[in-house]
């Protein structure tokens, strides 16, 4: 087995800060994710990638930037926080291939004051 | 583009009953669906999964079956329990990455 820890676990900031999301994988999976969780929305993709140093954008890749310089880790930045947003933020990992299990942190959860 | 329908938001019911949540989907690729649950303050994890049409999958006493020809795979369990009121997200890869629906509640009442 293995784990995805996600750090912080809160984060509070301000109106056009920028916040960086960190994440961290053992089980030796090349592929990773950044999913955001809004309430009665989803789950949404932000930002995957498939190995080292490679970066794909999702969905809702507007107003983030992420990082992957070592295959366990994996890093969300948001570029401008917007004012009132609240959010949880997940990041998971699999292994190649369609069938693979997405495997999930406990996720960080925003707010922007 | 690929997306996937869950109707209900909520779903009420009391112990013991049966239950059927929704997932349809869209794509023009073959499809490999699943279903996500996720307890309160816990991370989502799979409950199941499957890319075999008409073809019935089961795990933890819930089961769902993909059909292709409706593009669904309704997630149903014949007796709820309390410890089953949970976030449920059914989710589809036609290749790429996992796209997740909005997700139902489940909420059990005694």
């Known amino acids: 087995g293995g784990i995805i820890t996600q750090t912080p676990k809160f984060l509070i900031g301000q109106e056009g800060q920028k916040l960086t999301l960190k994440c961290q994988q053992n089980?030796?999976?090349?592929?990773m994710y950044w999913y955001r969780q809004d309430s009665g929305k989803g789950l949404r993709l932000i930002y995957y990638s498939i190995t080292e140093n490679d970066l794909q954008k999702g969905d809702l890749s507007e107003g983030y930037d992420a990082s992957r310089e070592k295959k366990s880790s994996f890093s969300l930045t948001v570029t401008s926080a917007q004012k009132n947003e609240m959010a949880v933020f997940l990041c998971?990992?699999?292994?190649?291939?369609?069938?693979?299990?997405?495997?999930f942190g406990s996720g960080t959860r925003l707010t922007v004051l | 583009g690929d997306s996937v329908t869950q109707t209900e938001g909520l779903v009420t019911l009391t112990k013991g009953l049966p239950v059927m949540l929704n997932c349809t989907y869209q794509?023009?690729?073959?499809?490999?669906l699943f279903w996500y649950v996720q307890h309160l303050n816990e991370a989502p994890k799979l409950l199941l999964k499957?890319?075999?049409?008409?073809k019935r999958t089961e795990h933890q006493g819930f089961y769902a079956t993909l059909h292709k020809s409706s593009s669904s795979f309704h997630l149903q369990k014949s007796s709820v329990q309390l410890s089953d009121s949970a976030l449920y997200f059914c989710?589809?890869?036609?290749?790429?990455?996992?796209?997740f629906g909005t997700g139902t509640k489940l909420q059990v009442v005694p």
């Open positions: 998971a990992s699999s292994g190649t291939g369609r069938a693979e299990t997405l495997y």
């Open positions: 499957s890319s075999t049409d008409n």
């Open positions: 989710a589809l890869n036609s290749g790429t990455y996992q796209r």
């Open positions: 794509t023009t690729y073959s499809p490999f």
């Open positions: 089980f030796n999976h090349d592929t």
